[in-house]
Structure formats: C-alpha cells, structure tokens
C-alpha cells in the first residue's frame, strides 16, 4: 500500500485543487494518511498571496529535509501558486535540492504524469507552463460528504494592482457550463448538502465565451432547479461585476444561499483607484443597498486591506466608516504586503508600525459589529445545516442560510443534517441554540 499526505495552503479554490491533486493520486492507487512518517509522497500546495504565506511554507519544505533523508525513497512534490512564479522553481531547487517535483497552478492535471515520471526515471520533473484547458477535468477526490467545493472558472482578469493571483492563475477561462451542472447533479445525488462555486471572480463567468456559456446569473439559475435539499453558496464576487439580474435570481431562487462574499478592500475612492478596483466607495455603498433592499435577511461578508502604499489616516478613516456603515458579518482583514511584478510593488508603502496600528484598530471594530450583529439572532428560528464539530465547546456547528455559525447541543451525531433551531443565548458573537426539529 502507498500514501500520500497533502499540505494545502492558502484559499479555498487550493482546497479544490488538492481534491483535484488527491484525485490523481487516488488513480494511482495511493491512499491518504495524516501521518508524514506513513507518507510514500508529501505533496505541498502552495500560495503567494502575501509574504506571509510564503515564509510559512519555505519553513514547512525545509521541516521536510529529515523526511526526505530518512527514507529517500519518499517523493516530495511542490506546486500551486508560490511555484508559478518565474523565478521560484529555479531557487526553490537550488535552496531545496531535495524537492522531485514542482510545478504550477495551471498543471494540475499533468501532476500525475508528471509522478509517473519520476517514479519511472527519478528525474527531477519541473513543469510551471500553462497546459490547454482540456486537459483540467480530473476528477477530485473530495474530502468529507457535507461540503463539495466546485470549479467554475480558472484564472483572473482583473489586475488589482496589489495582487499576484492574475500572474499566477493565467487569464479567466469558464469551465463548460454542462459539465458543472452534471458534477453538481452528481454531488447532490450523493448526499452533498451545500455546494460552494468557486472562482476568482465568478460574475465574469462564461465572459470568455458568452454565446456557449452565457452568464453567471444564468449558470446560477441552472442549478437552483436542480431538485434536492441542498445549499449553494458562490465566491469571490467582485463589485463591479455584481448586477441587478445576479441579486435579482439570488432574491427568487430556492437553493442559493441569502449570503454574498463581496469584498470591498478599501473604503476610500482614491486607494480603490489606485488598487485598480473599478469602482468607487459610492458605487460599493450603492450595490449593498440594492443587494439589502431585494434580498431577505441577507448578510455580507468582505475582504479588506489595510495600509496599501499612499494610505493616509483620512483614507483610513473611510475604510472604518464603510465597515461601520455596511456591518459584515464576516470580514477578512489583511496587512498590505508588498508582492513582485504588481503595479503597487514599486509605490511609496506605508510603515510596518502604522499598519499595525491600523489593523489593530479595523480588526477591534469588526469584532463590535459582530458580537452587535449576533444579538439580532437571539429568540429567534432557523433551518441551518450541521458542518462541523467543536468539541471545546462539545457542541455541534450549524450553519444558518445567512452564513452564521451557531452552536448546537446534542446527544445525538447530526452532521450533515438540517435543523431547526432555536437561538437561545449569545456570548461576545457566538450564538448559542436548541433544536426544535
Ligand atoms: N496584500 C494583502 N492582502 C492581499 N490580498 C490580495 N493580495 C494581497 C496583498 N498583496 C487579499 C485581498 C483579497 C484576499 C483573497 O487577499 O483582500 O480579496
Ligand atoms: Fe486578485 Fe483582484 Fe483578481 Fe481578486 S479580482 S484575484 S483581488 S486581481
């Protein structure tokens, strides 16, 4: 028996994409393990979106030097974001000479191929250049049968000036819309309960080939007439993308969930600019009331981005005012970090001190929001489905339409289910509740 142990970094579309690396594997009669030391091959999924990430795993491979010089026999592969970066592999190798293979985000399905090799040869096998998109449709070995995340489009087109994702991922190229609608008729046949679309940016799904593909809004519509119990959730949207005909189909669907990733990154016009955005603060302000007013009990989550290079304490002061003003439920808040090749690397930054200050300062009002926005849960009823277990707090998680976590007493396993429940208390921002049915 061989096994294989995969390190994911990073965003969900790399959870999805080691599914579809554990696929490969699975083809190639491997079995999973959580134990390195079991590992025939230990496969790193890697990301660079900021530095932060990237010292991370450049800590990991080289925690991996004693594993590899114990047996050597062992395979050790690195891939994803981190490695399609043009000079990466080339360093990776020569600061890691122990590594078999690398390669990037856009040769996922030659990885086994690429496995095939080296077992046969025991050459080093370097592969970061596109494949055609064809050849992508491997099938992904998923993980637990509640969630199933899916692929609909690859790639980003957008250029934010602050990211690396468009020099990594390529251009946008949508997934045919059949064969998304076939995979998620299968999942929920098979007893998956929420299904999350996932791509870069997936409003400009099928904008590469509108006549075949058509739009998302239609896409979405598709697959909320699939008969079933089940959930859809989609992300990232982007702003600008965001229209009328998407809110309007979220609005009257009956699978789509009433909940929109939708981030913002900065409140001020003039940083969104510079970010490259496309649009404005008014403009933002603007979808969010639309999206509130047509969509019942909706909640937002957001990503933002404090201390892009020429932010001043006004821009700042405007990124507080908006998360003061929209009230997320959720927000992911990170640090600029400096990334080579984008349009920001060469701009003026801020300091290190004063973008402490301000994360301090946006991630201490979020957490006010959230703990105010959990209140308004309290006495009342929902269906959420059950994904998880805490056991610090030996309860069960369920997860409302809206996207908010809830604790569940229970004596019996109920993962996996819908429930109805009954929010009782609420504690900082957690919520505590009882089942009705
Ligand atoms: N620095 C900090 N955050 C970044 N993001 C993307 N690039 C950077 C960067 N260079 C954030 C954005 C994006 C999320 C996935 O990561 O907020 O939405
Ligand atoms: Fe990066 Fe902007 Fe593309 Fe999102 S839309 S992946 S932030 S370039």
Redesign the pocket.
Known sequence: MKYYNIITFG?QMNIADSETLAGELEKREYKATNNLENADIVVINTCA??DTAEKKILAKIGGLKIWKKTNPKRILAVGGCMTAQKEIPTNLIKTFPFIDIIFGTENLSNFGLLLDEFVKTRKKQIQTAPETKVSRCVEPKRDRQINAWVKIMYGCNNF?S????PYVRGREQSREKLEIINEVKNLIQNGYKQITLLGQNVNSYGNDNPEKYGNFPQLLKEIDKIKGDYRIRFM?SHPKDLTKELIDVIANSEHICHSIHL?F?SGSTAILSAMNRKYTREQYLEKVKLIKSKIHDVELSS???VGFPGETEKDFEDTLSLVQQVKFLNM?M??????KG?AAEKLEQVSDSIKKDRIKKLVGLQNKISAELSKKYVGHDYKVLVEGFDPKENCYVGVTDSGKSVFIKSDKNILGEFKLVHIESCKGSKLYSNIIK
């Open positions: 965003c979106i900021r934010c602050y990211c690396i994702v990232t981030p990154q990503d933002c981005i992911y990170f640090v600029y970090s400096k990334r984008t």
